[in-house]
């Protein structure tokens, strides 16, 4: 066995190194163990566009052996990743480190890994690490509003993006379905019309104009003045039809400019009433052969200025000596004229009482006329008649109290609170039946009746002469079905055929009291004694 050995040594120191664990070192006793990996910072983060620098370290585990291990590195695409080197030997038991650079213009949070292997002996190993990158603060936009006609964006937002910083915005473009909608861009009021977007809405147009109108004024008693012009008020508002501004007149003014002006000739510059020399004077006078004729100067009359051609403002009318005597034909003040309860025709003349200084006038007789107020109390039309007594305009219409007016029985209609008929109260006895002594055309109940038509319909009158003179009564209208009893016989009241002989009775008289009787039929045919109805 010893001689086996020696033998084994030998070779092998001939030969070289067998290895007895196998193994890329090529010891004898190599302990195949994975490699650890390490990446400092496990995190960090950047800005887009820097770059990052980590290290990696390699461990060999292998306590007996070196190992020369490949490294590579896995990068998100859009990330750029180096190694310093891409092989690294390290001694049994030892570590070694590369450096690992990363670099982007992608912003987002991104892992990142780095393996070393020996493929030779089948070892290998890695570890991860995270890259956080973002946008530069210091370089972030104002994204302040974007104002244009046809686009308005608003309330701007910096977000950071792959390409950087971007302004996100609230967009309004300007179309037909948004006009007159207003919008704060800028620090301004934007008002969507036809056009596109505007700084300033009609609203902002709203003031007075000047409507081209313009002349010449001038103070009283003076042809030299200024030149007002006149302007209007517009009130703009937006069209959402037309996408452009409409407006409104709300008032109107006059401007003095300053600007000096004569009024043209022949403008009055001055009018002025003024009393007239022996103003007031009158009298009749006859003129054709009429004799109702007034003639009078008036106690006042107007007196007007002009403007010359040399804007002097001078007397041009005196109407007190262009129309000194004033004449008037009284007669023309003939005809019908209106009053408070009626008209009067009324006949005008002249009338002249010289012992004043103003000694005539014309004044008026009522000829004729209309009453059309019969109630009020007045003698409306002049002809000397008030109210009812003025049988021609009011016979048949309402007097006084609410009375009818009339001329006859025929003007009064209906019946009284005793259902006794309406007549008319005058003085012809022919056509009035009221008894009365007053005459004054009024429309008055009967104080009694004598026969049934004097009776509202449905009563019959207890002194209607189908009666014995010794059943009448005074004058009273009985309700249908009244019995009256007369030496043994009743009479029975019948709307239709007043009192009807019933036959014998001990009744004198009876009126029905909560319910009536209807005997009309009863004493058409047949005479029953009544004693029962007692």
Known sequence: MAFLF????????????????????????????????????????IYRGDTASYTVTATNNDDSCAHTFDLSVSCPSGISCSLSQSSITVSAGSSASVTLSVSTTNVGSFSLSVSASDSADGLSGSASATLVVDCDPTLMPSCDDVCTEAELRVNGQAVCTDNGWVCQYDSFPCTSSSYCNVVSCGGLSYECRSVGWLAFGCDGQDGWYDTGASECRAPAGSCVGTIYKEQEYRDYYCSTTTGSCGYTVTGTRWVDTGQSCNLPAGTVCQSLVQPC?????????????????????????QRVWRCDANANCVLSEDYCADVYNVVEDCDDRDGTYTVPGGTQVRDYFCVEDCTQYNCAACEYVVVGGTETDCGDGVDNDGDGLTDCLDTLDCAGKPGPNGVTCCASDADCSGYGPNNLKLVCDCPDSTQCSYPGPLDDYTCKELPSCRANDECAPGYCCDADQSLPSGARGSG????????????????????????????????????????????RGLARFVYWPLALLG
């Open 476 to 519: 009273t209208c009985k309700v249908e079905g009244t019995v009256v009893g007369y030496s043994g016989v009743s009479y029975l009241c019948d709307a239709v055929y007043g009192w009807s002989a019933l036959g014998p009775t001990n009744v004198s008289v009876a009126e029905p009291s909560g319910f009536v009787l209807d005997f």
């Open 277 to 301: 020399p022996d103003g007031g004077r009158s009298w009749c006078s006859v003129i054709n052969g009429n004799d109702n004729v007034l003639v009078y100067i008036p106690a006042e009359a």
């Open 6 to 45: 020696g033998l084994f040594v030998f070779v092998g120191l001939v030969f070289g190194n067998p290895v007895i664990n196998g193994g890329g070192g090529g010891g004898s006793s190599c302990n195949l163990l994975n490699p650890s990996v390490s990446i400092s910072p496990s995190s960090q983060s």
